[in-house]
T-cell receptor, first 117, second 111 residues
């Protein structure tokens, strides 16, 4: 099975611009979660999409948004970029099976490294 | 109090020894527990998950869970230099809940 893929892998933008990142989950996985990772803050949860609906949300401003398509692919958008948005953006997919145990293990993509100048 | 706490390290362990990584969590309703390994510049890689109290072994890795003490640990036997990485502990309440990550423990295996 192919793993989680993210595009692009690297991005350089300037303050005030907007950016869209893409994530394709593992085949059969319907849940996609997005994280921001910085050296100072660690891995911070942004949001999760399942069946095209946002199911969970972290504590990020409204400039960060996302969506999920019917094929489970997801996009994340950041508008009005700030210097502090420079980070590694990771997406992770899971089965999100209802009954535990098992089924909500998350598998990460390689990430998109965003640099804001 | 952080939801998932880990000692940031670095934890230095001689090659061939047992590395012991610890994690505590605050939500008593947590049901799923994960360990991820992250090499510098790479994304996290799932290495173990555990749902029941007790031990779960997979090769050189053993995950230990004690829900009463809200404690989960990862043991790495016969540590190798390739085990040098940051190890992230993560917990979630249910399959519908977000997964909360700790800030990670940096492990260094010295030859």
């Amino acid at each position: 099975k192919a793993g989680v893929t993210q595009t692009p892998r690297y991005l350089i933008k300037t303050r005030g611009q907007q950016v869209t990142l893409s994530c394709s989950p593992i085949s059969g996985h319907r849940s996609v979660s997005w994280y921001q990772q910085t050296p100072g803050q660690g891995l911070q949860f942004l949001f999760e999409y399942f069946s095209e609906t946002q199911r969970n949300k972290g504590n990020f401003p409204g400039r960060f948004s996302g969506r999920q398509f019917s094929n489970s692919r997801s996009e994340m958008n950041v508008s009005t970029l700030e210097l502090g948005d420079s980070a590694l953006y990771l997406c992770a997919s899971s089965l999100r099976r209802k009954a535990l145990p098992g089924g909500n293990e998350q598998f990460f993509g390689p990430g998109t490294r965003l640099t804001v100048l | 109090q952080k939801e998932v706490e880990q000692n940031s390290g670095p934890l230095s362990v001689p090659e061939g020894a047992i590395a012991s990584l610890n994690c505590t969590y605050s939500d008593r309703g947590s049901q799923s527990f994960f360990w991820y390994r992250q090499y510098s510049g790479k994304s996290p890689e799932l290495i173990m998950f555990i749902y029941s109290n007790g031990d779960k072994e997979d090769g050189r890795f053993t995950a230990q869970l004690n829900k009463a003490s809200q404690y989960v640990s990862l043991l790495i036997r016969d540590s190798q230099p390739s085990d040098s990485a940051t190890y992230l502990c993560a917990v979630s309440r249910s399959s519908a809940s977000k997964i909360i990550f700790g800030s990670g423990t940096r492990l260094s295996i010295r030859p």
